[in-house]
């Protein structure tokens, strides 16, 4: 009998406590739904267990598909990950979760209660990268929700690339209407708090996930990651 992979879902980890309790809410809704499967949570920055603590916790000779709870493939994806499991049998590292309709799903019903009108003007908040291409992917999720909406989305950076958010935002303050900003951060933390201050007073949606239930299709995102690569 072939034993079904473990599932081993890894954030980019936060010092925020509600940041780190929505994360594992996402992953414990994911293991509900798998009960037959071994589902575990990592980090591959500032929190424990770090990668290379959550595979030594699963047991020996289970194969392990790692899922990475990130929105778009940037060095953790492209380089920390592959790094830190090198030399590991039987560890296959999934996709990253975007740029994917669900998560314009999700933002767009986090965007729902600010009640955008048609005269305001859309930015979106991401985290941002040192590799262009995961900051492509951010660009990539601006366009799918600019066409879900019907409206022109520009992107503010957080770090490392630009425009940065609070530039993105003044430039968007010459419409006649609101300005008002998308979170593309998964969880409350350090970057949602740096969102909020860079936006200026603009109004800024929750991250996708908050103390609320995880939305639904985010729960079905992280496992369709694993079963693409798990079979």
Known sequence: MTTAPALLAISHGTSSPAGQAAVSALVDAVAQRLPDITVRLGHVDVQQPDVAASLDAIPEGVPVVIVPLLLSAGYHVRVDLIEQTAGRDGVVI????????????????????????????????????????????????????????????????????????????????????????ADYLLAPGYFHDLAVRMAGGAPVAPPLLGDDEPPASLVDLVIDRYHDVAG
Not at 98 to 120: I, S
Not at 126 to 133: I, L, P
Not at 147 to 176: K, N, S
């Open 94 to 181: 999934a996709s990253a979760l975007g740029p994917d309709p669900r998560l314009v799903d999700a933002l767009a019903a986090r965007l729902r209660p600010l009640a955008p009108a048609a005269d305001d003007a859309l930015v979106l908040a991401v985290a941002g990268s040192s590799d262009d291409r995961a900051n492509d992917d951010c660009r990539a999720t601006a366009a799918m929700l600019g066409a879900r909406l019907g409206r022109e989305v520009a992107v503010g950076f957080l770090a490392a690339a630009d425009p940065r958010l609070d530039a993105a935002v003044h430039a968007a303050a010459a419409t006649p209407g609101r300005v008002i900003v």
